[in-house]
Nanobody, 115 residues
């Protein structure tokens, strides 16, 4: 059973930056494709981007050029660096496995972007 612990969220003004972290337990992290998701108030959870074991990344169009996903296999951790944040980025952010489908969700970390 994979356990995921997200952190790093907070309140930031539009145009600001945040770096989220997610530690994964209970999986062979280095071989997993990991993903970041987000769920805005009143909306369904959506995929933000992925990072493969090869470190190749993909992003949804709305965050391209602003968000960067990275990973540190020695720490079983995946990161989401966010810059030029917009109010529409306000959401609870989650990480999860992607290549084997999402497992149990962590508590997420709330990002609030004020205008």
């Amino acid at each position: 059973q994979v356990q995921l612990v997200e952190s790093g969220g907070g309140l930031v003004q539009a145009g600001g930056s945040l770096r989220l972290s997610c530690v994964a337990f209970g999986t062979v992290f280095r071989i997993r494709t990991m993903a970041w998701y987000r769920q805005a108030p009143g909306k369904q959870r959506e995929l933000v981007g992925t990072i493969a074991s090869s470190f190749m990344t993909t992003y949804v169009d709305s965050v391209k050029g602003r968000f960067t996903i990275s990973r540190d296999n020695s720490k079983n951790t995946v990161y989401l660096q966010m810059i030029m944040l917009k109010p529409e980025d306000t959401a609870v952010y989650y990480c999860n496995t992607y290549d084997i489908g999402p497992g149990a969700w962590g508590q997420g970390t709330l990002v609030t972007v004020s205008s």
